[in-house]
C-alpha cells in the first residue's frame, strides 16, 4: 500500500457484513478513522468493536440507506466524531435475481432493490456532497457490478439497478472532477457473500453464466459440501476458479489508497481461472 488511507475519515454503509466489513477492518488497519452504517446496528457494532480491539478508530450508526435523512446523519455523526468526511463508500445493496414470470413472488423484492441499489447510493452521494465540496475535496466510492453492464435474463431489476449506479457514478465525475474523484467497483461473481442470500430464484443466474450454468452450480454446490478441489481455491494459483470477498475489499482499498490527485474510476476483479461469468 502507498500509505494515502491513514488519517481518512471514511463512511461506509452496508458495513455490518459482506465486502462493507471487510473493507472496514482493512481501511482502519491501515489507519483510518471508520464509520460503520447498516440497517442492523448490531451487526456494524460487532465491527466497529473488532476495529477497537484491534487499537482502531471506528463507530457504528444504524441507517436506512432508503432514507435520505438518515444517511444525511450517518454523515453528519462521521463529521462529529471523526471532523471529515474523506470517502463515502455506497456498498449497501441487494440482489434480487428473478425471471418476469417470478413477478408475483419477487415484486416487492424489486421494488426494494430499487430503493436500497438505486436511492441508496444516490442518497449516499448527495449526503456527502456538501461536505467533501466545502473541505475542497473528497471520493465516492460505488459499489456496482458486471450485471450493470449489459441486460441479461434474470436479472433485469438488479442490472438495471447497477447500470443506474454506473450512471450517478460517471455524471458526478464528469461534474465533479477536480473536486470530488468518483470510483465504481464492479465484482464478478463472488459466492460466498451474504448478497446471494438476497436471490429470489436461483435458476435467474443463467443470464450472466449461460452455458456455463450446470458446471457453476456444480463448483458452488461442491464449495458447500468442501470437496471442491482446494488447488482452485487458491489465489496464488493461475486456475483460481472463485473470487473470495476479500479480492473485492482489496479493490476498494487500492482505490482509496491512492494521492488525492489519482483517481481509480473504474474496477472489475475477476478470479483468473473463472470460465463461469461472462
Not at 425471471?99 to 416487492?108: G, L, R, T
Not at 471520493?139 to 454506473?166: E, H, M, R, T
Request: with cysteine.
Amino acid at each position: 500500500m502507498s500509505g494515502h488511507i491513514a488519517g481518512k475519515s471514511i463512511v461506509i454503509t452496508g458495513a455490518g457484513g459482506g465486502f462493507g466489513s471487510l473493507v472496514a477492518r482493512k481501511a482502519a488497519a491501515l489507519g483510518a478513522a471508520v464509520t460503520c452504517g447498516d440497517i442492523n446496528l448490531v451487526a456494524a457494532q460487532a465491527v466497529a468493536d473488532g476495529i477497537a480491539a484491534e487499537g482502531g478508530r471506528a463507530q457504528a450508526v444504524e441507517v436506512d440507506v432508503t432514507s435520505l435523512p438518515a444517511v444525511k446523519e450517518l454523515v453528519a455523526r462521521a463529521l462529529d466524531a471523526f471532523g471529515a468526511v474523506d470517502v463515502m463508500v455506497n456498498n449497501a445493496g441487494i440482489m434480487p435475481l428473478a425471471f418476469f414470470s417470478d413477478h408475483e413472488a419477487a415484486y416487492p423484492a424489486w421494488e426494494r432493490c430499487i430503493d436500497i441499489n438505486i436511492k441508496g447510493v444516490l442518497n449516499g452521494m448527495v449526503a456527502a456532497y456538501d461536505p467533501m465540496i466545502a473541505a475542497g475535496r473528497g471520493q465516492i466510492v460505488n459499489i456496482s457490478s458486471i450485471y450493470g453492464n449489459f441486460p441479461v435474463i434474470g436479472a433485469a431489476v438488479y442490472g438495471a439497478s447497477k447500470s443506474a449506479v454506473n450512471f450517478l457514478s460517471e455524471s458526478l465525475r464528469v461534474e465533479s472532477r477536480g473536486k470530488i474523484k468518483v470510483t465504481t467497483i464492479k465484482p464478478t461473481g463472488v459466492p460466498t457473500t451474504g448478497l446471494s442470500g438476497t436471490v429470489v430464484n436461483q435458476a435467474a443466474g443463467i443470464g450472466i453464466v449461460a452455458h456455463n450454468m450446470p458446471d457453476f452450480m456444480e463448483m458452488v454446490g461442491q464449495m458447500a459440501e468442501g470437496t471442491f478441489p482446494a488447488e482452485r481455491l487458491d489465489p496464488e494459483a493461475m486456475d483460481y476458479a472463485s473470487l473470495a470477498p476479500e479480492h473485492i475489499a482489496d479493490a476498494v482499498i487500492h482505490a482509496i489508497d491512492q494521492p488525492w490527485g489519482v483517481s481509480i474510476s473504474e474496477v472489475t476483479v475477476r478470479a483468473a481461472g473463472d470460465h463461469f461469468v461472462l
